[in-house]
């Protein structure tokens, strides 16, 4: 059997950790799971209620448009429903941009850096990658996305161009005027997919969504997910925001009913609580200051974030900081296979959470050593 020579190369996402196992050998402090930035608050009140009333009816198939949460959607973000795209998680609706925008001989861009699923779905999609250099580890947004760069790497085979605001893995972020200017330099018939996985938990004055744009870029699309402010990573509902002929083409390769009915009647409930939105989010933001700020006390290196998670360099002996928080129960996301393998991601979690991870920490005794791990 021979997959596509692409494919054939290709590593599988990669998870960090065998959850299910480390939780199988936990102590009985249970595990501290800070590895896949999730959400410690949990949804909104309302949403069991409404994932058990939708499971009543477990034996019909759910809303193959996902009606009344692409109406809500809509509200919500003033759009039309017809522009409205939705994912089993918005990993799906990465891989169906690539899939319906790339192909053999096309070019896909995108940061270092980036998503990893970004290079997934152009390797699946058989077109080039073509990765653009971050900025430096020293620059006054540290690996951060060089949006300059990104545009200047647009060729004539260039088709689709994905970046994530704000940043998975750095936390970085584009400033609103950077991110409208990016989007001018871009040719309109480049696909412009800005990944907006964590836009919610974002708070900085000068960030901002980049859906305004979408009425003056017709070649740009929004994604989102329900699975990190709203709290419903298990449940795997994601959306993308785009043009009403883009959003059309992408409905052509959905899976049918791929939103599943407990999904959808949770994910509606979630969007119908904001005030449970505003308020997890909050508390989020002040632990990522505090604990970033708790860890740069330590000495260590924490870059700028603006989503639920630190990077957080500890040089040359990540290994075993993270081999040492594993044994007590705590596991954050090693960082090789992004290229940062000086760094771990770690989560912020609840202040609860925090306090145990920075207890891990110091029970280690190590120290951020000169040579990188710490600051200069
Ligand atoms: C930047 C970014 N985009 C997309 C996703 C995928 O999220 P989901 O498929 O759960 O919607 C993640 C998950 O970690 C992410 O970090």
């Known amino acids: 059997m021979r997959a596509q020579p692409a494919i054939a190369a290709l590593r599988a996402y990669d998870p960090g950790h065998d959850l299910v196992a480390l939780r199988r050998a936990a102590g009985p402090a249970g595990l501290l799971e800070l590895g896949s930035n999730e959400n410690p608050y949990g949804p909104a009140p309302g ?44 990993h799906e609706l990465l891989m169906q941009l690539g899939q319906v925008f790339a192909g053999p001989g096309t070019e896909v861009v995108f940061p270092q850096y980036g998503f990893a699923v970004f290079a997934i779905a152009a390797a699946a999609a058989g077109a080039d990658a073509i990765v653009v250099p971050a900025l430096p580890a020293d620059a006054a947004m540290p690996r951060g996305h060089d949006v300059d760069a990104l545009a200047a790497a647009v060729t004539p085979r260039t088709r689709l161009l994905y970046l994530a605001n704000p940043n998975n893995p750095t936390g970085t972020w584009v400033a609103a005027g950077a991110m409208a200017r990016f989007l001018d330099a871009v040719p309109d018939d480049v696909v412009v997919v800005v990944d907006e996985a964590y836009a919610e938990i974002a708070d900085a004055p000068e960030y901002a969504s980049a859906l305004p744009l979408l009425a003056t870029h ?96 500890f040089g040359p002996r990540t290994a075993e900081v993270e081999a040492g928080l594993l044994r007590q129960g705590v596991v954050p996301r090693p960082m090789g296979g992004y290229g940062l393998p000086q760094c771990l991601r770690i989560s912020v979690g609840d202040a609860v959470g925090n306090r145990r991870l920075l207890a891990a920490l110091d029970a280690l005794g190590i120290a951020p050593g000169r040579e990188g791990g710490g600051h200069a």
């Open 218 to 313: 017709r070649n740009l699309v929004v994604t989102r997910t329900f699975s990190k402010a709203y709290a419903l990573a298990g449940l795997r509902v994601g959306y993308a925001v785009a043009d009403a002929e883009v959003a059309a083409v992408l409905e052509r390769v959905r899976e049918s009913f791929n939103v599943n009915a407990v999904a959808l009647a949770a994910a509606e409930a979630a969007l119908a609580d904001d005030a449970h939105l505003q308020a997890t989010t909050r508390e989020n933001a002040r632990q990522r200051e505090r604990l970033a700020a708790a860890l740069r006390e330590r000495g260590w290196r924490v870059g700028p974030s603006q989503a639920n998670f630190l990077l957080v360099e």
């Open 47 to 90: 949403v069991r209620a409404a994932a058990e009333r939708a499971l009543a009816a477990a034996h019909v198939y759910p809303d193959p448009y996902g009606g009344d949460l692409k109406r809500a959607l809509a509200a919500r973000h003033g759009v039309e429903v017809a522009q409205l795209v939705l994912g089993n998680g918005s």
